[in-house]
């Protein structure tokens, strides 16, 4: 990560406005009141699993600036089994993760829609992270050690996403032409949806930032394009 301290801010500002809003208490009284058992412990686990990963959050990129929806056609087969997985235990209420992973997939369709510059490893990078720590807070939740209340800090994933969104917005009013000026040349942007196609060693570098498991299925996605 180049900002060390973003995922800190992210989610203490995150964790803060969550907890001042009790999404996790509001979510698990309207989910007793509507159904029988864990079903909101299943949800949260549910619901962190679907939108933190590498396919979660290139599929719609690559999709909105490509038309390719290969990615998401992969994501949505890995997010059936594992929604399987957890139906088992937590029952056929799982389905109401489904509108949540709509939205966040739909969040960065249209982001990359708005600014082809907005997205880029970085951003990705910083989600991991803080996602990454939610879904050990779910575990901790899940083993019993520690109630977390993880849906209070999912506002943690929201603050890199205006951060990078700001940054971009801010980078392009600097490269605009002053009066008598010539305009500035603006510098080679790194981002992955600047480019017209995603070559194989970006995304290797890029499936590097992710766990293993993660890694194998973009070498595999790989492979077969080969």
């Not at 998401?72 to 489904?98: K, P, R």
């Not at 969104?165 to 009066?179: D, E, N, V």
């Amino acid at each position: 990560s180049q900002y060390p301290v973003l995922f800190i801010v992210s989610l203490s500002v995150g964790s803060l406005v969550g907890y001042m809003l009790d999404i996790d208490g509001r979510f698990n009284r309207l989910v007793t009141k509507h159904s029988k058992g864990n079903l909101g412990e299943g949800l949260s686990i549910g619901i962190l699993l679907y939108c933190i990963g590498a396919l979660s959050m290139l599929g719609p990129v690559i999709s909105a600036l490509q038309g390719d929806n290969t990615f998401l056609f992969t994501n949505a087969t890995l997010d059936l089994v594992t929604s399987a997985v957890l139906a088992t235990t937590y029952g056929i209420g799982m389905i109401w993760a489904a509108p949540v992973l709509f939205c966040w997939q739909g969040m960065f369709y249209l982001i990359a829609r708005i600014s082809a510059t907005a997205i880029s490893n970085d951003l990705i990078a910083e989600l991991s992270v803080v996602g990454g720590l939610l879904i050990l807070a779910a575990g901790l939740n899940l083993l019993k050690i520690k109630d977390c209340k993880t849906l209070n800090m999912l506002p943690s994933l929201i603050v890199p996403v205006i951060f990078f969104l700001i940054k971009s917005l801010f980078c392009q009013r600097t490269l605009l032409p002053a009066k008598g000026r010539s305009p500035q040349r603006a510098p080679r942007s790194t981002s992955l949806i600047t480019r017209k196609k995603f070559p194989p060693k970006i995304l290797a570098r890029s499936a590097s930032l992710y766990p293993i498991s993660i890694n194998r299925i973009v070498t595999f996605i790989m492979s077969l394009s080969d």
